[in-house]
């Protein structure tokens, strides 16, 4: 039987609300299962547009191996000491301890925080037994070996590379000592260089072209549009013109008799040259 309802319905008179959506987690769902931007609050910043992020990829360490540190770590390091006068060391850096004698000073030992009375060592601006300055993971005594601070810890080069340190992009070997970060990845100051003339980048602006990193000073050689008129190249948000098979700035773009600005103007040309209509007859160019 049709109701009143029905036939309001049906004209348009009475709008029906669409019946509510129902959406439930099941009971057995395990957080793990979730995606990243639900469970990680900083997701968001990690990958928000205009930052580089790092590739990480997941090895298997042996049991008992020192944690790594996350992917978003600073390239640089807090020096361990709690001395205001140590300086700031680059992560990675190999260091080697001071051997100092026995004399009337007793300093206090970094390890085990007991006056030391005899020699000592001398690293990372505290003083240490030389029986207790030691690698944090294989043990070995660093009294008299390179060593590299991380994570709060020292290591020996050896444990270093293997748990801690990076690899370079280009030539696929461990990163000891200073680490570039560009282009999602990582390299040795000295593999990261311009793909024209080899030179390494440091800190200096680069661009890039069909994937390969360029200095300034070539990627302009090599790439860049210049103008017709002053030679000098036209740059991103330039205003330019393309006439007479070039191109120009839009204040190049001038009678090469009287330099009036001819943009927007009719005009001529003699000798690859634009000229106004007063000057289109012009004999001397």
Request: charged residues 20%; glycine residues 4%.
């Amino acid at each position: 039987r049709k109701t009143l309802k029905y036939f309001l319905v049906s004209f348009g008179i009475l709008k029906t609300a669409p019946a509510p959506v129902h959406s439930y987690t099941p009971a057995n769902t395990e957080p793990a299962s979730r995606p990243p931007w639900v469970t990680d609050d900083s997701f968001s910043q990690k990958f928000a547009p205009g930052k580089t992020t790092t590739t990480v990829t997941k090895h298997i360490l042996p049991r008992g191996a020192p944690v790594p540190p996350p992917a978003s770590t600073s390239a640089y390091a807090s020096p361990v000491s709690t001395s205001s006068q140590a300086p700031a060391i680059a992560r990675g850096t190999v260091q080697r301890a001071e051997r100092f004698p026995a004399s009337s000073r007793t300093p206090l030992c970094g390890h085990c925080n007991s006056i030391i009375r005899g020699p000592f060592l001398v690293a990372m601006g505290r003083s240490w037994h030389p029986e207790e300055f030691n690698c944090a993971y294989c043990k070995t005594s660093l009294a008299d070996m390179c060593f590299v601070e991380e994570q709060n810890s020292v290591y020996c080069e050896r444990c270093y590379e293997q748990f801690f340190a990076p690899t370079c992009a280009r030539c696929h070997t461990k990163i000891m000592g200073e680490v570039m970060h560009a282009l999602r990845q990582t390299w040795h100051t000295s593999c990261f260089v311009c793909a024209a003339c080899k030179m390494p980048f440091g800190n200096s602006l680069f661009h890039m072209e069909d994937g390969e990193p360029y200095c300034e000073k070539d990627y302009i050689a090599l790439f860049s549009t210049k103008c017709h008129g002053c030679d000098f190249p036209v740059e991103a948000g330039d205003k330019f013109i393309e006439a007479l098979g070039h191109t120009w700035h839009d204040t190049c773009f001038i009678c090469a008799v009287c330099h009036v600005n001819l943009e927007g103007q009719p005009f001529y040309s003699k000798k690859d040259k634009p000229l106004c209509k007063k000057h289109a007859h012009a004999i001397n160019l």
